[in-house]
């Protein structure tokens, strides 16, 4: 039985085996050219479907506390309106003033930058030489600023669309939290029999990740929102609100949020000298490093076993699908794509994973 097994393990790819990848990999070059044609829809749906699980522990909550569903969402979306209204009326002024002052200062900012590099390249002719001219540098960032620009602005049309769309947004939220059940079981309807359960357990493990997700990432943004711009403030890197904001904002961006937060702030920060560029570098290694140390782990603790390389690659590859808000969407993607292969692929093989471990341990080593 043993030969037998490593015998079919070995045998030549059979028509009907060629025939599956060629149909598999049609599949997925449809499904690519759909995605493609419907970028905005599937990702006005797909943030939809991610506050909806994100959002229906409160319903149910209010549920066992004897309040009707439909009047729970209500309630819901009534609280979520008044705190969006608070945060404007009172968060919206500093912050619209803060950039305003930011926009009025870029040219004194960028001559300040100028003045600190040139000073670096005459103390230090090889920097000189490896640093490409001022006006090469301006040029460089006026470019990549213009291209995030487009890119932010595609992404939020490609959203929204819109007033319209956005309420239609929110209406679709409604429905989909009010009456949920039905599309829940379409989905598992759509399963064949023997993989129900799996298609189950699926659903119930990505709606566990994504509420430990979205806490995790409420949690860690305002500690490190608050983090940034107290510091800031105090060092005198301003405006330290608006970069707290930022600072907030960018978690929803894994890997690459904090990276385009500390652009804006080493920037000011170099135009008003090298001990507020070194502060400011500071403060960031600081708050950051005690993110990734403490608030991570022990946010999110171990719900979420994703690895780094992982997110960054879903991350890149959701921002060139949907642009810069289709990011937000990476760690739900990488999430569910793990867990499919677990549930369909892993779990019926179970492989021993101690010894795959030690294989790959002994790879890593340059053991043989």
Avoid: C
Avoid at 7 to 33: K, T
Avoid at 200 to 219: E, F, P, S
Avoid at 242 to 263: D, K, R, T
Avoid at 342 to 357: G, M, Q, S, T, V
Wanted: aromatic content about 8%.
């Amino acid at each position: 039985m043993k030969e037998s097994a490593e015998h079919n393990q070995e045998a030549p790819l059979s028509y009907h085996g060629a025939r599956r990848i060629v149909w598999l990999i049609f599949l997925l070059v449809i499904a690519w050219f759909v995605l493609r044609s419907l970028q905005s829809v599937v990702l006005l749906f797909a943030i939809v479907f991610l506050l909806a699980m994100v959002l229906n522990p409160i319903v149910v909550w209010l549920q066992k506390h004897h309040v009707p569903r439909l009047a729970s969402v209500i309630l819901l979306m009534l609280t979520l309106v008044a705190v969006t209204g608070t945060i404007i009326l009172f968060a919206i002024p500093p912050l619209a003033r803060q950039s305003q002052e930011l926009v009025q200062s870029a040219p004194k900012v960028w001559q300040g930058i100028r003045t600190r590099i040139e000073s670096l390249t005459q103390n230090y002719p090889e920097v000189r030489e490896a640093l490409p001219r001022t006006d090469e540098i301006a040029g460089r960032v006026g470019a990549a600023a213009g291209t995030l620009g487009n890119i932010l602005l595609r992404s939020t049309i490609g959203l929204v669309g819109g007033l319209v769309s956005a309420v239609f947004a929110v209406l679709l939220l409604i429905f989909v939290l009010a009456n949920p059940r039905p599309l829940i079981t379409g989905y598992l309807a759509l399963a064949p029999d023997r993989y129900r359960e799996r298609a189950h357990r699926t659903l119930a493990r990505l709606m566990r990740q994504m509420i430990a997700w979205a806490r995790g990432v409420a949690i860690n943004g305002a500690i490190t929102g608050v983090s940034v711009g107290t510091l800031l403030w105090l060092v005198g890197v301003q405006p330290a609100l608006m970069f707290g904001v930022f600072a907030f904002l960018g978690e929803f961006l894994p890997n690459i949020g904090a990276f385009l937060v500390s652009i804006p702030i080493l920037l000011v920060a170099l135009s008003l000298g090298a001990t507020k560029f070194w502060l400011a570098l500071g403060v960031i290694v600081l708050v950051y490093q005690v993110e990734l140390n403490l608030l991570v782990p022990g946010v999110l603790g171990k719900e979420m076993r994703l690895h780094p390389v992982n997110i960054l690659f879903f991350t890149l590859a959701t921002a060139t699908l949907f642009g810069i808000l289709g990011a937000v969407l990476a760690v739900p993607a990488a999430a569910l794509t793990q867990i499919v292969i677990d549930e369909f692929y892993l779990r019926p093989r179970k492989p021993d994973y101690a010894a795959i471990d030690r294989e790959a341990e002994a790879l890593v080593e340059g053991k043989n």
